[in-house]
Each structure stands twice: as structure tokens, then as C-alpha cells.
């Protein structure tokens, strides 16, 4: 009979961690999530979850070495996915230390739990690494063999991750692997992050709850693939024979420009860009009568980064060719497509709970309603 296998994710509250959980659940597997404690409620993506059998939650902290060391020993997992980072690049400047502390020694600590326990020729290990450690880039499209040039300390911290994966896995055979993901996003995205962002301005400008958005570089090429696409790319790596390191992307690029004129066109608004560089607009051609001629996309230097890496592009034959994976499930279009039609929902949902909300408060001002 063969064993029941239990995977652990760290990071299990945010995009990856909750549709690798739906994903893993479905195949039948018990999935524990790492989660931290806080006063304020953050689970909203892997709310509908809780109380589902087989999924189980856990307060830990990747800074908290014993934390780690005691959790994998109770749950003695065969797979753990490490999603946990702070994962906002431009933040990384801000917080630089925090950034290096989860996401570099953040990986060691898993490695380390691991080793405690016990469990080296057992468990699988599967690191979330990104294509921000090709940074100031050297060739394109970006491959397993391309050299890596951080431009950033999330990338420079995401690079120590990558490499002490390599180490342990050289020096303890260990069966850990490096998933280097290109940018992937969704209706789960956070809402700082420009692609999510996008979608949230097109939806609320569409709907008058927002008058312009702004943006930084324009030109900024990306890969941009659909996060619950790219989690089976993440399981697929821990089924394969030998552990390696591979590239998760769609090999296909587009300019953060390309991403906002579709995401406005599926929110029903046309744009013309007029200008270059810091002076460049989107202006409304066609969408609701009061917005024609306005300028609803515009650029701030306050969203340029003190480095910035402009062209990621993803190599993903060797997921395609060694693992089967299809990186083009859900095409660019598909993906902004799902994206702005959350948004235009949430909006209208949002507008719905608020003007409730206002009401009630005036019943109760007046006494109507105790």
C-alpha cells in the first residue's frame, strides 16, 4: 500500500499557497500550511478551505528556527513547498534585512528542520525562486544555464535560497529543487502588485470609483503566466525522477504598457498612448461618454525602482520537454481576461457593501434601526 503523502507549504495564505493547496487536495494529498499569528485576519484566499478534510493549519514563522524544527517533526511531511518570502521587490529596498533574514536564511531554516528531523532521504523540498535573479540581464529568453545578475536585494537574497538548495542537495543528497517562476499572477494577486493593480484601476475607473492610474516604466518587458497554472509546474518537479532546477515561464513576453490597453479594453475602455517616458499618457478613444478624451493612465517617477530589471523572458522547454508541462493553458489574454472580470465584480461589490453600510449608519443615527 502505498504511503499517504503530506506536504507542508510555507506561504500558504497568498496566491501559490492557496491554489497549490486546492491542487494537492484534489490529488488526494493532506496538506498542512504554515501560517503566522497576527490580530488581523489574512486568510482570506484559503478561507473556503478551512474545515475541509485534509487541510490543516499550523502557526510557525520562518524566522523562528524551532518553530520549524518542531512543526516538521509533527507533521513529517513527504513534500514541502517553500512559498513564504517577502516577495514585493520594491519593498526589499525598504527592507532589506527583513527580506534577507525570510527569504535567504528563511530557506536554510526549512533545510535544517529537515536535517534535524531526520528526514533527508524521505522528504522533498521544493523552493520558490524567481526570475529576478537574472536581473540586469544577460541574454534573453532566460534559461537553467543563464547567468544570474540580482538587482535587487529581494533578488540577491532569492539567490542565496537558490544556491544553498543546490548545496544540500550536492552535499547531503537531498532531493531539493529550485522552481526559478517567471512573473504569474491572478485574480488572488495582491493589490500592490502592478499587474493586479491594473486590473483594479481599469475596473474602478470603468465604474467611476477612480479617476487615473499611475505607473511607472511602461516599457518593462515581462513573462506573465497564470499562477494556478504554474503550481502543477511546482508539483511536477517534486514527481520527477532526479531533483533538478528548472524554469517555469510561458515564453512569452509583453511590456507592462501591452498588459494595461487590455486590461482597460475587457473593462470596456479603448487607449491611445501619447508622449514617451515620464510624459507618456493613455487616453480614453472609446468607453463611457464622460471619459472619452481623458487622460486615465500616467506615469509617476515615484514607481521607478533605484534599479530596475526590464526583460524577463522565460525558457520553458525543459519543464515542457522533461515534465510534460504546458505553459500555455491560459494565454496572456485569458489571463487579464479572468483578472478584470474579478475586479470589475469586486468593484461593483464593494460599491454595493459600501453604500449598505452607509445607510445603516444613517438608520441608526436617526433611530430607525437599533
Not at 503530506?6 to 499557497?17: H, K, N, P, S, W
Not at 501560517?35 to 488581523?40: E, F, G, M
Not at 489574512?42 to 484559503?46: A, S, T
Not at 506615469?299 to 525602482?305: D, G, I, L
Given at each position: 500500500?502505498?504511503?499517504?503523502k ?12 492557496s491554489y ?11 496538506v498542512?500550511?504554515i ?6 485576519d ?5 478561507a ?30 513527504t513534500?514541502?513547498y517553500n512559498?513564504?518570502?517577502q ?32 528526514l533527508?532521504?524521505?522528504c522533498?523540498?521544493?523552493?520558490a ?24 536585494p ?15 542537495r550536492?552535499a547531503y ?8 517562476l ?5 485574480e ?5 502588485f502592478?499587474?493586479r ?20 516604466n ?7 503566466g ?24 510561458t ?6 504598457r501591452?498588459f ?6 475587457y ?13 507618456e ?12 478624451g481623458?487622460?486615465?493612465?500616467a ?7 533605484p534599479?530596475?530589471?526590464v ?5 520553458p522547454?525543459?519543464?515542457?520537454t ?5 505553459p ?16 470589475m ?5 464593494d ?13 441608526l443615527?436617526?433611530?430607525?434601526v437599533?
Open positions: 500500500m502505498e504511503k499517504k503530506v506536504a507542508l507549504i510555507t506561504g500558504v495564505t497568498g496566491q501559490d499557497g497549490l493547496s486546492e491542487f494537492l487536495l484534489a490529488k488526494g494529498y493532506e498542512h500550511g501560517i503566522r499569528r497576527s490580530s488581523v489574512y486568510r482570506e484566499r484559503i473556503h478551505l478551512e474545515g475541509t478534510p485534509n487541510f490543516h493549519l499550523h502557526y510557525a514563522d520562518m524566522g523562528d528556527s524551532m518553530s520549524l524544527v518542531k512543526l516538521v517533526g509533527k507533521v513529517q511531511p513534500e514541502i512559498l513564504a518570502a516577495s514585493h521587490v520594491q519593498v526589499s529596498f525598504d527592507a532589506p534585512e527583513f527580506t534577507a533574514d525570510v527569504d535567504a536564511v528563511g530557506v536554510l531554516r526549512i533545510l535544517e528542520a529537515v536535517r534535524t528531523n531526520h533527508e532521504k524521505t522533498k523540498i521544493y523552493q525562486s524567481t526570475s529576478e535573479l537574472y536581473g540586469k540581464v544577460e541574454e534573453v529568453p532566460q534559461n537553467e544555464k543563464t547567468p544570474f545578475h540580482p538587482y535587487s529581494y533578488a540577491v537574497a532569492k539567490l542565496y535560497g537558490y544556491w544553498i538548495i543546490k548545496e544540500y550536492e543528497d537531498m532531493f531539493c529543487c529550485s522552481g526559478i517567471f512573473n504569474h499572477e491572478s488572488r494577486r495582491g493589490e500592490t502592478v499587474t493593480k491594473i486590473t483594479l484601476a481599469a475596473a474602478r475607473i470603468a465604474q467611476g470609483k477612480q479617476d487615473c492610474l499611475y505607473l511607472g511602461l516599457d518593462s518587458l515581462r513573462d506573465w497564470y499562477a494556478k497554472d504554474y503550481v502543477e509546474c511546482m508539483w511536477l518537479i517534486l514527481q520527477h525522477d532526479t531533483p533538478e532546477d528548472f524554469v517555469i515561464a515564453g512569452v513576453q509583453h511590456t507592462v501591452e494595461a490597453t487590455l486590461a482597460f479594453h473593462a470596456g475602455i479603448e487607449l491611445r498612448w501619447e508622449g514617451e517616458g515620464i510624459n499618457k493613455g487616453i480614453c478613444t472609446s468607453g463611457p461618454a464622460n471619459l472619452v481623458k487622460t486615465l493612465v506615469v509617476s517617477e515615484a514607481f521607478y525602482r534599479t530596475d530589471v526583460n524577463l523572458w522565460g525558457d522547454t525543459k519543464a515542457k522533461e515534465l510534460g508541462w504546458n500555455q493553458t491560459t494565454s496572456f489574454e485569458q489571463l487579464v481576461q479572468i483578472m478584470v472580470n474579478h475586479d465584480q469586486k468593484v461593483a461589490a460599491h454595493v457593501a459600501s453604500v449598505m453600510r452607509t445607510n445603516l449608519a444613517e438608520y443615527e436617526k433611530g430607525i437599533k
